[in-house]
């Protein structure tokens, strides 16, 4: 699968009589996800969607072709996916996957601090788990500590004066 495939969900079961599906969101939640007219399985196959709601934390989806329960059975346990280019995100906001891999340094010395191994979404800020060499960093995401992530050259950079000491080694 490709970066312009989005990991969005995963159909956990079947709900009623007519082929449809319960999706667990994985990205912004089921309002978010409800949304999309097309999503996509692992092998980049487009799966039309006929219709789709919110039931509690889930979403309730129903594919074309997909009439049965036992179709909709079948396709309990599959990971599904958007497409990058039918998301239209606001300046600043980038996806997780994107966000992944980056390298933290200082904004001012250039100073590396290691990846960005985990986004944890925690509701205020998002908090970006960085790893160097086995030990792991929590910042949070807001602006006086993350001061610009740089797609392109694969970096966030941290203000680093403003939360002290906490990628000091520890003797």
Not at 57 to 67: A, E, L, M, R, T
Not at 78 to 107: H, S
Not at 154 to 167: A, D, E, H, M, Q
Request: aromatic fraction near 10%; include cysteine; proline fraction near 4%.
């Amino acid at each position: 699968m490709n970066k312009q495939f989005l990991e969005a969900g995963k159909i956990v079961g079947v709900h009623g009589l007519q082929g449809e599906v319960k999706i667990d969101p994985w990205c912004d939640g089921p309002e978010f996800l409800v949304r999309f007219k097309r999503l996509f399985d692992k092998d980049e196959n487009e799966m039309k969607v006929r219709r789709a709601r919110v039931h509690k934390n889930i979403v309730i989806v129903k594919f074309s072709g997909v009439d049965t329960p036992e179709q909709a059975q079948e396709m309990r346990g599959r990971i599904v996916y958007i497409y990058r280019k039918d998301v239209k995100l606001p300046e600043g906001v980038y996806f997780v996957q994107d966000i992944l891999g980056l390298e933290a340094v200082d904004k001012d010395s250039g100073q590396y601090y290691g990846k960005v191994t985990e986004v944890f979404q925690t509701g205020a800020n998002d908090v970006y788990q960085i790893t160097r060499d086995g030990k792991d960093y929590l910042i949070p995401k807001i602006p006086d500590v993350v001061s610009g992530i740089d797609l392109d050259e694969g970096r966030i950079y941290i203000n680093t004066k403003i939360i002290g000491g906490l990628f000091e080694d520890e003797n």
